[in-house]
């Protein structure tokens, strides 16, 4: 399609689904903003695209962290059945719509030599992955192959988690294609604009081995994927915390950990901190062993505490002593806000290879551990500590998947969107857990419920996909 033809669809598209449109009558105005870029170019789109994604990752983090229980409410009350709306609305007002237009003007866009921007493409379609890999974590089915054609069809029908997963797949793959391309080849390349990267292409394409991994880990078991070819994948991903994929802030413009918990503590407006559950795992109380990462990632916070305790929503006895405060690593004003590590991939090696190869295993549990400890700032002396505590399994013959694999993962991924996932694909079988414990009910979350807006928008086509918010997902069954 031709760009200008996009950018037209675009306008068109802010009813993309009934469901996205919650109170923005105003941007239905027919009327042309003189201040609004109608045709923007790539390095304008790029930056966007990215902060929006980061943005979508937060909204979604945010409730999966009281979910996964890595986060609680304060003020003694449970954490309700939630819809995250604000992230549905900006996965495909903002994300979705711009990346399809990006990725148009990449491919569509020459020179007059004929070249194109294969980058920035490939780009596109990496971020159209997490973006598509955040929507079904959440909501299961959603609008994909129909959705994005504005007034041609503003009621699209639901692709099945199964067709996305295999969108996302694709999306991947395509990626990777672009950057095999010489650079030589590309009409536009991106360079500062890529707030992530720096138009480092070789970390983009290892991000697109190791984001593979990762979904194809979420469904090897529905998808009949064998593990050798994930694994095969992770050998192609992320070397080292170099790698990390992540979206940075400035004191102008603040991390959303930041702006929305940490520093509403400073004005006493409390809304979630972190939870017992994360705590007790790191301070000793449920595995012997104080980590050294706690004090780095929750603060204490009241004068005179010396034992970490953290929130428990439905019942506070003695009451939180540390917290994400505006201190934290992942809560400060300049925070980087995470989106793939390179100790997640360790541990998604682990896991992949616990059945298949436990001294491959084993290594990349260490491994995880060591490279989420580094990332964060930990003594070298302090690391060396904790690996040879009785936290840590000394050997490939003690390792345990959930015990030690799992849990290292919780507590590295920590403010991940991909905690609740692991969770629900493990069945919450974590050591210590308990019950989800949402609005005094003994059961887990398993799901965002659709947003009111869609349900009332594109009823007949939402209305067979709606199921209840403690309803396994087609991938966790």
């Known amino acids: 399609m031709n760009s200008a033809k996009r950018i037209l669809g675009l306008i068109l598209s802010i009813a993309v689904l009934g469901g996205v449109m919650t109170g923005c009558k105003d941007l239905l105005d027919v009327n042309t903003d003189p201040t609004r870029v109608s045709d923007p170019p790539l390095h304008t789109l790029l930056p966007t695209v990215l902060n929006g994604t980061a943005s979508a990752h937060f909204s979604t983090a945010y409730y999966s962290s009281q979910a996964a229980h890595q986060m609680d409410h304060t003020g003694n009350t449970y954490f309700e059945e939630f819809s995250m709306s604000g992230a549905w609305t900006t996965i ?33 379609k990496v ?76 970390k983009w394409k290892r991000l697109a081995y190791s984001l593979l991994a990762r979904y194809q880990l979420q469904v090897m078991r529905k998808m009949n994927i064998p593990a050798s070819e994930i694994l095969a994948n992770v050998d192609s991903g992320m070397t080292s915390n170099d790698d990390n994929f992540f979206v940075t802030y400035t004191e102008a413009r603040p991390n959303p950990w930041f702006t929305n918990v940490s520093q509403p503590r400073v004005t006493g407006n409390f809304s979630i901190s972190t939870a017992a559950y994360l705590v007790d795992l790191m301070n000793g109380d449920l595995r012997g062993t104080f980590d050294p990462r706690l004090p780095i990632i929750s603060p204490l916070y009241v004068a005179g505490a010396t034992e970490y305790r953290g929130e428990i929503s439905w019942k506070d006895t003695l009451g939180s002593t540390c917290a994400l405060t505006n201190e934290a690593w992942h809560a400060m004003n300049t ?143």
Do not use: C
């Open 92 to 124: 495909y007002l903002t994300n979705l719509n711009n990346l399809n237009v990006m990725v148009d003007k990449a491919l569509f866009d020459l020179d007059e030599t004929g070249r194109n921007s294969e980058y920035y493409a490939g780009i596109a």
């Open 127 to 202: 971020l159209q992955a997490i973006n598509l890999g955040l929507l079904t974590s959440n909501w299961e089915d959603a609008p994909w192959t129909e959705a994005l054609q504005g007034g041609e069809n503003p009621k699209p029908r639901y692709d099945d988690q199964q067709t996305i997963y295999k969108e996302i797949f694709r999306l991947l793959n395509e990626a990777i294609e672009h950057f095999n391309t010489k650079a030589v080849d590309n009409y536009l390349l991106p360079g500062s604009d890529d707030i992530s990267y720096g138009g480092d292409i070789d």
């Open 335 to 477: 925070s980087p806000l995470l989106i793939m590590t390179y100790s997640e991939l360790k541990f998604i090696e682990a896991e992949l290879a616990f059945n298949v190869d436990k001294a491959r295993a084993y290594q990349a549990y260490i491994d995880g551990i060591r490279a989420n400890m580094e990332m964060l700032g930990v003594e070298e002396a302090d690391i060396n500590d904790y690996l040879a505590s009785s936290a840590v399994a000394q050997s490939e013959a003690d390792l345990q998947l959930l015990d030690h694999v799992m849990v290292e993962k919780y507590i590295a991924n920590f403010l991940h969107p991909e905690v609740w996932t692991d969770m629900r694909r493990h069945d919450f079988k974590y050591p210590y857990f308990k019950k989800g414990l949402y609005h005094n009910r003994d059961a887990h979350a398993q799901r965002a419920l659709y947003p009111n807006t869609e349900k009332a928008r594109n009823e007949d086509n939402v209305k067979p996909h709606i199921r209840e918010f403690t309803e396994k997902m087609w991938r966790d069954l």
